[in-house]
């Protein structure tokens, strides 16, 4: 596709449900992101894919976050048990590699909300 | 460690007028700097960048200086329009294990009026 997708872009769910937040990436990137904003506030980063491995999760906050990635593509974050304060906007962003000047292209969001 | 601090928002502008947004960093090594914009309803678009000491980012009429001395990386625009109404988030990229690590400021909401 022309841009980093993401569904669904919004989900409401109540707590202690899971759910599971859909990034794909834009064709033929390599590094995918995710981060989580967290209202009036900014991004905090979560986890980084290269390919299909995982080479620093230090940002996911609890052992409820999970993600994975398929086919050096898309990728599911998941939530489990999901609380109150994990409401927010997580968002997706995928670039060509690991060099430090390649930019990160973002999705548009999937907006959380936990009652 | 790494961190960013950007000026509170909302910034409120009449159209034409000079903007500024300050940006201030912590961090070891040799960042790059960046900013992104975020217009409503959409996702984050890089703004500008600027990758070593000295260099000036510039884009749409945007433009920053990475200041080593003062740790800043302030955003400026000599006459915005109602179309820059947006939230710009300043960033510092680390390299961390292999690549480039985006720590992000808060956000400053920027508001337009005619």
């Known amino acids: 596709g022309a841009g980093v997708s993401q569904s669904p872009s919004n989900k409401v769910t109540e707590k202690g449900k899971d759910v599971e937040l859909r990034c794909d990436p834009i064709s033929g990137h390599t590094a995918l992101y995710w981060y989580r904003q967290r209202l009036g506030q900014g991004l905090e980063f979560l986890i980084y894919?290269?390919?299909?491995?995982?080479?620093?999760k230090s940002g996911l906050p609890s052992d409820r976050f999970s993600a994975e990635r398929t086919g050096e593509s898309v990728s599911t974050l998941t939530i489990q048990r999901t609380q109150q304060e994990d409401s927010a906007v997580y968002l997706c962003?995928?670039?060509?590699?690991?060099?430090?000047?390649?930019?990160?292209?973002f999705g548009p969001g999937t907006r959380l909300t936990v009652l | 460690g790494n961190s960013v601090t950007q000026m509170e928002g909302p910034v409120t502008l009449s159209e034409e007028a000079f903007l500024t947004i300050n940006c201030t960093y912590t961090?070891?090594?040799?960042?790059?700097l960046f900013w992104y914009v975020q217009y409503p309803g959409e996702g984050l678009q890089l703004l500008l960048k600027a990758t070593k000491a000295d260099d000036k980012g510039s884009n749409k009429g945007f433009e920053a200086t990475y200041r080593k001395e003062t740790t800043s990386f302030h955003l400026e625009k000599g006459s915005v329009q109602v179309s820059d109404s947006a939230v710009y988030f300043c960033a510092l990229g680390i390299l961390s294990g292999g690549y480039n690590k985006l720590i992000f400021g808060a956000g400053t909401r920027l508001a337009v009026h005619p």
């Open positions: 962003a995928s670039s060509t590699g690991t060099l430090r000047r390649n930019e990160q292209f």
């Open positions: 961090a070891t090594g040799y960042p790059s």
């Open positions: 894919f290269q390919g299909n491995s995982a080479p620093d």
